[in-house]
């Protein structure tokens, strides 16, 4: 199976790779996946105070290319966005812009779970409720 | 100067040795005859050369031309060995032993005679990937009729111990088939010395070309019969009807005879090279050998890389090397690679493999470009990946509670 161009592209030049301190209230985590199922990320999301905004967003993934590649898009598109806003990427979005082969669907339902898991755990640190997301087909 | 892409998959299929191609050749144009036609020289040349394809054929391997049955490579020799004993013997008993980290064509032939009233033994292997003796003899019934096991694993490369198991066999007066496609070739194999009753082995595993098998099966010291699968003109003393593919046949004959004569000195060759990339590979951190140490073909090395996903790892190289991976990222079920798990691997150990065939067309030079590609890829990903930084700050990653899929 040949990859997209893309894929490609985030795979050798991923995006925002890295750790954003988990103990600072402005930082929300997500880790999904599991090592059994061949793909883990970590996808975490600073917000500016002032602005309401995300000014930073950074991932790891133990996963295929395309798992990668989903996660480094996601962070990209994160960044300056408010978390209104980032509540609605879609795992489709993704597919989409990555040309994403059906077996690898699964990689694009991954990042957008830790988008959400990572605003959720944001939400909780400063007191807010949990969002409650509609359980994400996985392939 | 290094030529790309790097073939290193040779468990898969090998190139067709070129001196294969030249006896091979003729067989398509001029002398294209069908080896049945008993009444013109177009057969008799076509005759002819079968005849002496199965003597090289049978001369790797210790047996008898006459004890060769041309197929149409191994995953037919397989069926028609474990079917064929299984309906030809069905009179003495119904159960075979098999092993779980067999062929998929040995294992899911053993399925279908499970449905047919069959009754498999599917012996676990222990975390080396060998067959524990004391176990395949317990499992030994009066109506045991056969004992299939592989000589040499396609994914990890463990050398089964074929004289003791055949030395157990035959105690208890029960038949020895052996899926030897990896080995033959590559090592000695003897049907004698071994005591094998029934071999499958394929050519284009051993620079022969693809289509084109054999079934060995013992006419003396028991004489083993087989029923036919396939129905029709009576080829191959009854046990295989359909033409032969005279030029296949040809190609695997000489094949044969190119292994048997240079297999000594390809075998010291490749497998330094081997050694090398291995003894490489695992100085990488949290790098793991997969398999038996020492029960292993020459050309083959498996190694996990903890903490790195193996299909993420190849695309690392994969324009440059050609290599495969006991992860199945690709695959509906996600599961990894099924022997693997049978050695007794985590799931994340198996996700992290990558499997080495080495051949003999390969060059040290080839090998160095591997490791020094291999290692960067590992190094680059773990930077990467959520596991080994976890890993790193000390945390055991079995206490975390994963979001299953």
Wanted: charged letters at 25%; aromatic letters at 6%; a negative charge.
């Amino acid at each position: 199976m040949a990859y997209s161009e893309k894929v490609i592209d985030h795979y050798q030049n991923p995006k925002n790779v890295g750790t954003l301190d988990k103990s600072k209230a402005s930082v929300g985590t997500g880790l999904v996946g599991a090592p059994e199922c061949g793909d883990v990320m970590r996808l975490q999301i600073e917000v500016d105070e002032a602005t309401g905004l995300i000014k930073d967003a950074k991932f790891k993934t133990f996963g295929c290319g395309s798992a990668i590649a989903s996660s480094s898009l996601a962070t990209e598109w994160l960044k300056g966005k408010s978390i209104d806003e980032a509540i609605t990427i879609d795992n489709m979005t993704i597919v989409e812009e990555l040309n994403l082969p059906p077996v690898k669907i699964h990689c694009s339902v991954l990042a957008e779970d830790a988008i959400k898991a990572a605003i959720n755990d944001y939400r909780q640190k400063n007191g807010m409720e949990a969002l409650k997301f509609e359980e994400s087909v996985v392939h | 100067m290094l030529n790309f892409p790097i073939y290193l998959d040779h468990n898969a299929t090998t190139p067709c040795d070129p001196r294969v191609v030249d006896a091979m050749i003729p067989y398509f144009t001029n002398n294209f005859g069908n080896a049945a036609s008993r009444n013109h020289p177009f057969g008799w040349q076509a005759e002819e050369a079968v005849d002496y394809a199965r003597e090289q054929v049978a001369k790797l391997i210790g047996a008898d031309p006459k004890e060769i049955i041309f197929t149409s490579g191994a995953t037919e020799a397989d069926n028609l060995a474990l079917k064929g004993v299984f309906e030809m013997y069905a009179s003495k008993g119904n159960h075979i032993i098999t092993c779980n980290i067999e062929h998929k064509a040995v294992l899911d032939t053993c399925k279908h005679i499970e449905k047919e009233g069959g009754e498999v033994t599917y012996l676990k292997v222990k975390d080396n990937g060998l067959v524990d003796l004391a176990e395949l003899e317990a499992a030994i019934k009066p109506n045991t009729i056969l004992i299939a096991l592989m000589y040499a694993n396609n994914e990890i490369g463990t050398v089964m111990p074929m004289k003791e198991i055949s030395a157990i066999a035959k105690k208890h007066g029960v038949l020895v088939f052996s899926d030897a496609v990896q080995a033959v070739g590559k090592i000695p194999v003897d049907v004698n010395k071994d005591g094998i009753d029934l071999m499958a082995f394929t050519a284009h595993k051993m620079y022969g070309p693809k289509g084109v098998g054999a079934l060995y099966v013992r006419r003396k010291n028991p004489r083993v019969k087989v029923t036919a699968q396939l129905d029709g003109g009576g080829h191959e003393r009854g046990m295989r009807s359909g033409t032969l593919n005279v030029p296949g046949i040809v190609g695997f004959g000489k094949a044969c005879e190119i292994c048997m004569n240079e297999m000594e000195e390809e075998t010291a060759r490749v497998s330094k090279l081997r050694d090398k990339l291995q003894t490489e590979l695992l100085k990488v951190e949290e790098s793991y050998l997969n398999g038996d140490k020492e029960h292993k073909l020459p050309h083959v090395t498996n190694i996990s890389f903890k903490h790195v996903e193996g299909e993420g790892l190849l695309m690392g190289f994969n324009k440059n090397i050609a290599l495969s991976s006991g992860s199945a990222c690709t695959s509906a079920s996600l599961e990894p690679s099924y022997v693997l798990k049978a050695l007794g691997l985590g799931d994340d150990l198996a996700h992290s493999s990558l499997r080495f065939g080495l051949g003999r067309f390969t060059t040290e030079e080839q090998i160095d470009y591997t490791v020094e590609q291999v290692t960067n890829t590992v190094n680059k990903l773990r930077e990467m990946s959520p596991l080994w930084e976890m890993y790193k700050e000390g945390i055991d990653l079995d206490t975390i509670e994963w979001a299953h899929h």
